[in-house]
């Protein structure tokens, strides 16, 4: 398991907010991997928790996308909790 990392955004990053099950989730795309924030406090964290139960189980890794925690940082400096 990696520690949480620091995901910088610059303004050249595109936010998508996403309606998800009647929830606005920010998500950025940032080459082929996806950064969302934690718009209620704990999506990320299900996020990672799924990946390392579907780790553990007999799917092979190409059929799950696995998440890691991190600490994400817009261009103004505010930082928010989520996932990559």
Do not use: H
Not at 24 to 45: C, F, L
Not at 53 to 79: M, N
């Amino acid at each position: 398991m990696k520690w949480k990392q620091f995901i910088f955004l610059s303004t050249l990053n595109v936010l998508l907010v996403l309606l998800v099950r009647a929830i606005d989730q920010s998500k950025w795309r940032i080459g082929n991997k996806w950064v969302k924030q934690n718009a209620r406090g704990y999506e990320g964290q299900a996020e990672v928790l799924t990946s390392l139960v579907l780790e553990c189980s007999t799917l092979t890794p190409s059929k799950f996308v696995v998440y890691y925690p991190c600490i994400i940082q817009l261009a103004d400096g505010e930082q928010f909790d989520g996932c990559y």
